[in-house]
């Protein structure tokens, strides 16, 4: 047995027995961008969640931009890895955890996009602001791996309130993240990732401005 499967089958056991007693771990909340780290405070996390961190790489126009991200993290959530297409660009998002308070959970490695081949699937495509939804007529042939629909919405309140919604392509394990929430003295932020398998027939490319993109999908994901 190798010693990956080894170190996976402990996890495992650990969050079985944590999770037939309860727990609640202390974790750190930060965020960041242009760096993969930051710092925060420690808050308690709710029953059962897990210390996480979140890596995101925003693809405009050549031009990346690194977004990191400390949280409680549900363990389904944990190790995973995947990407969305957006009008005008591409999102690499992963998550990492580890297993006890105030633990430092390692970098998330990025999937990489290497396979740029339609995969014969539609999805509606939009950014809207001040809302949590978006739909026009706007569409965008998915690539690679990214086999279905994404709605992602995301309500930040705080010094810097903003709702954002958008469409795209994406991967099964963004999809995996589902709900997600975090808390602090200054802001409160809440991210849902909905996706469903249906492809739309129709078909136009809409490129969304760069500037405006770049402003919101940091916040987004």
């Known amino acids: 047995m190798s010693s990956s499967t080894m170190a996976l089958i402990a996890v495992l056991c650990v969050l079985s027995a944590l999770t037939a007693t309860g727990y609640s771990f202390s974790c750190q909340l930060c965020v960041a961008s242009d760096q993969t780290t930051c710092s925060g405070v420690n808050i308690l996390c709710p029953t059962n969640y897990v210390c996480g961190t979140k890596l995101s790489n925003m693809t405009i126009s050549g031009t990346s931009t690194l977004t990191v991200n400390r949280l409680c993290s549900p363990p389904d959530q944990c190790n995973k890895s995947g990407s969305v297409t957006i009008p005008g660009g591409t999102v690499l998002v992963g ?41 026009n007529s706007n569409t965008i042939r998915c690539t690679g791996s990214e086999t279905k629909c994404l709605l992602q919405n995301t309500k930040i309140t705080g010094t810097q309130p903003v709702t954002v919604a958008m469409r795209g392509c994406a991967t099964e394990d963004i999809c995996s993240f589902g709900s997600q929430s975090f808390n602090s003295s200054s802001f409160t932020s809440t991210y849902n990732y909905i996706c469903t398998s249906r492809s739309i027939r129709t078909y136009s490319l809409v490129s969304a401005p760069t500037l405006v993109l770049f402003l919101l999908v940091k916040f987004v994901l």
């Open 95 to 135: 998550m990492s955890c580890c297993y006890t308070s105030e633990c430092n959970p390692p970098m998330p490695i990025l999937s990489s996009m290497t396979d740029n081949s339609t995969n014969g699937i539609t999805c509606r495509s939009c950014l809207t602001v001040n809302s949590n939804e978006c739909y």
